[in-house]
């Protein structure tokens, strides 16, 4: 439910601040907004963290500062702006806390799992596989790496503290491993 009202307001920044652009932009520009990290980035930046009742163990093992928390804590304050003062409150604090984010670059985003997985088909090669290589830390703060590479080609890691997050992480590394090879 969350998601569609922060991508329905979202679509609609989008729409009055790039008029112009079509839709596999924007589509791109919604994406890397409404996404998780992007949540975390927000709730971070209003001090959500603070705020969290947890545990002293919790609280003590960065509980505060863990984006998968500080995400669904900023989808929660969202929702509840929405159920106890309708569309207009939950609209008023999405435009408030993702102008910033928004505004960062005037060209759409491209991610580095796109951006790969464009540069592979281009080559006309298989799309990117990506395994999980490792995994470590408690559950409430794991820490990834992923493994990713395209046909027989190399082979590159990347870590992060979610799958996702990890894959992007490889991915950026392939790619400026097979762009310095020419």
């Known amino acids: 439910m969350v998601d569609r009202l922060l991508s329905l307001v979202v679509a609609e920044m989008l729409f009055e601040r790039f008029p112009e652009e079509n839709e596999g932009k924007l589509a791109r520009r919604s994406a890397a907004l409404v996404r998780r ?10 001090g ?6 947890m545990s ?3 609280a003590e093992s960065g509980g505060r500062e863990n984006p998968s928390l500080l995400a669904d804590v900023c989808e929660s304050v969202i929702a509840a702006l929405y ?3 309708g569309l207009g409150a939950a609209e008023d604090f999405i435009r408030r806390h993702w102008q910033r984010p928004m505004e960062r ?5 491209l991610d580095s799992k796109t951006a790969l997985q464009e540069w ?9 596989s990506y395994r999980i290589a490792n995994r470590e830390g408690p559950d409430h703060a ?3 790496t992923i493994a990713v590479s395209v046909a027989d080609g190399p082979e590159a890691t990347g870590r992060g503290s979610t799958r996702r997050a990890a894959e992007q992480s490889a ?4 790619l400026k491993m097979v762009q310095a090879d020419g």
Request: hydrophobic share 40%.
């Open 37 to 46: 990290e992007t949540l975390a980035e927000v709730a971070a930046g209003v």
């Open 48 to 53: 959500l963290g603070a705020h969290i009742v």
């Open 56 to 58: 002293n163990g919790e």
């Open 83 to 85: 159920l106890d003062g």
């Open 105 to 109: 670059s005037d060209k759409p985003p």
């Open 120 to 128: 592979a088909q281009g080559r006309g090669m298989p799309l990117p």
């Open 142 to 144: 794991p820490t990834f």
């Open 171 to 174: 991915a950026g590394a392939l």
